[in-house]
Protein backbone atom coordinates (compact mmCIF):
# COMPACT_ATOMS: atom_id res chain seq x y z
CA UNK A 1 0.00 0.00 0.00
CA UNK A 2 1.47 3.85 -1.14
CA UNK A 3 2.11 6.05 1.73
CA UNK A 4 -0.62 8.33 -0.07
CA UNK A 5 -3.38 5.65 0.43
CA UNK A 6 -2.45 5.21 4.59
CA UNK A 7 -2.82 8.41 5.25
CA UNK A 8 -5.77 9.40 3.58
CA UNK A 9 -9.15 7.66 3.41
CA UNK A 10 -12.43 8.68 1.62
CA UNK A 11 -15.22 10.04 4.41
CA UNK A 12 -17.75 10.81 2.07
CA UNK A 13 -16.58 9.13 -1.32
CA UNK A 14 -16.41 11.70 -3.58
CA UNK A 15 -16.61 14.64 -1.42
CA UNK A 16 -14.67 14.61 1.54
CA UNK A 17 -11.48 12.67 2.49
CA UNK A 18 -9.34 12.14 5.87
CA UNK A 19 -5.98 13.23 5.33
CA UNK A 20 -2.61 13.86 7.60
CA UNK A 21 -4.18 17.81 7.40
CA UNK A 22 -7.96 16.63 8.41
CA UNK A 23 -10.98 16.69 6.53
CA UNK A 24 -10.16 17.66 3.11
CA UNK A 25 -12.39 18.17 -0.14
CA UNK A 26 -11.59 14.87 -2.39
CA UNK A 27 -9.40 15.55 -4.61
CA UNK A 28 -8.19 18.86 -3.42
CA UNK A 29 -5.51 20.05 -0.76
CA UNK A 30 -8.61 22.62 0.70
CA UNK A 31 -9.59 21.43 4.02
CA UNK A 32 -13.18 21.85 5.35
CA UNK A 33 -11.96 24.18 8.20
CA UNK A 34 -10.98 26.51 5.60
CA UNK A 35 -14.32 26.46 3.80
CA UNK A 36 -16.42 26.52 7.73
CA UNK A 37 -13.44 29.43 8.59
CA UNK A 38 -14.49 31.70 5.76
CA UNK A 39 -18.48 30.65 6.12
CA UNK A 40 -18.05 31.85 9.55
CA UNK A 41 -16.69 35.09 8.47
CA UNK A 42 -19.90 35.83 6.15
CA UNK A 43 -18.42 34.90 3.01
CA UNK A 44 -21.24 33.25 0.45
CA UNK A 45 -21.04 29.85 -0.90
CA UNK A 46 -20.64 30.72 -4.20
CA UNK A 47 -17.73 33.86 -3.62
CA UNK A 48 -16.18 31.21 -1.79
CA UNK A 49 -16.41 28.52 -4.72
CA UNK A 50 -14.56 30.92 -6.66
CA UNK A 51 -12.01 32.32 -3.96
CA UNK A 52 -11.19 28.26 -3.27
CA UNK A 53 -11.28 27.54 -7.17
CA UNK A 54 -13.47 24.71 -6.50
CA UNK A 55 -16.78 23.64 -9.09
CA UNK A 56 -19.83 24.42 -8.16
CA UNK A 57 -20.73 20.65 -7.93
CA UNK A 58 -17.90 20.43 -5.13
CA UNK A 59 -18.77 23.06 -3.39
CA UNK A 60 -22.64 22.02 -3.35
CA UNK A 61 -21.52 18.46 -1.85
CA UNK A 62 -19.16 19.83 1.17
CA UNK A 63 -22.08 22.38 2.14
CA UNK A 64 -24.58 19.26 2.02
CA UNK A 65 -21.50 17.24 3.69
CA UNK A 66 -21.17 20.17 6.36
CA UNK A 67 -24.94 19.96 7.27
CA UNK A 68 -25.67 16.53 7.35
CA UNK A 69 -22.35 16.05 9.76
CA UNK A 70 -22.63 19.40 11.43
CA UNK A 71 -22.82 18.30 15.12
CA UNK A 72 -19.55 15.91 14.35
CA UNK A 73 -18.08 18.31 12.15
CA UNK A 74 -18.41 21.31 14.71
CA UNK A 75 -16.75 19.23 17.86
CA UNK A 76 -13.69 18.48 15.53
CA UNK A 77 -14.25 21.84 14.18
CA UNK A 78 -13.60 23.33 17.54
CA UNK A 79 -10.24 21.36 18.16
CA UNK A 80 -8.67 22.48 15.37
CA UNK A 81 -9.52 26.34 15.77
CA UNK A 82 -8.01 25.60 19.78
CA UNK A 83 -5.37 23.85 18.67
CA UNK A 84 -4.27 26.50 16.13
CA UNK A 85 -4.68 29.34 18.92
CA UNK A 86 -2.70 27.45 20.93
CA UNK A 87 0.30 27.25 18.14
CA UNK A 88 0.06 30.87 17.57
CA UNK A 89 0.11 31.80 21.33
CA UNK A 90 3.59 29.24 21.30
CA UNK A 91 4.97 31.25 18.28
CA UNK A 92 4.28 34.81 19.48
CA UNK A 93 5.91 33.77 22.57
CA UNK A 94 9.10 32.75 21.12
CA UNK A 95 8.98 35.30 18.59
CA UNK A 96 9.03 37.88 21.59
CA UNK A 97 11.55 36.11 23.29
CA UNK A 98 13.87 35.83 20.43
CA UNK A 99 12.92 40.05 20.14
CA UNK A 100 14.14 40.17 23.59
CA UNK A 101 17.35 38.55 23.44
CA UNK A 102 18.47 40.39 19.84
CA UNK A 103 17.58 43.97 20.64
CA UNK A 104 20.14 46.14 22.77
CA UNK A 105 19.61 46.98 25.88
CA UNK A 106 21.29 50.40 25.59
CA UNK A 107 23.70 51.98 23.07
CA UNK A 108 27.07 50.63 24.77
CA UNK A 109 25.41 47.05 24.20
CA UNK A 110 24.46 48.16 20.33
CA UNK A 111 28.52 49.12 19.90
CA UNK A 112 29.31 45.89 21.17
CA UNK A 113 27.24 43.81 19.05
CA UNK A 114 27.80 45.77 16.40
CA UNK A 115 31.53 45.55 16.50
CA UNK A 116 31.15 41.36 16.98
CA UNK A 117 29.21 41.21 14.08
CA UNK A 118 31.53 43.28 12.01
CA UNK A 119 34.11 40.72 13.13
CA UNK A 120 31.90 37.59 12.38
CA UNK A 121 31.28 39.04 8.40
CA UNK A 122 35.50 39.16 8.20
CA UNK A 123 35.43 35.97 9.21
CA UNK A 124 37.67 37.02 12.52
CA UNK A 125 35.75 34.98 14.72
Known amino acids: MATAEILETLVAPGVVRRS ?25 PRLLRHQLLLSEEEMNQVMSYLDSHRAEFESEYQQVVQYNEELERHYRE ?27 QAGKL
Open 20 to 44: DRGLCVAGKRVTLYLIMDYLKAGWP
Open 94 to 120: QERELRKISQPKDAREAVIVARLTALR
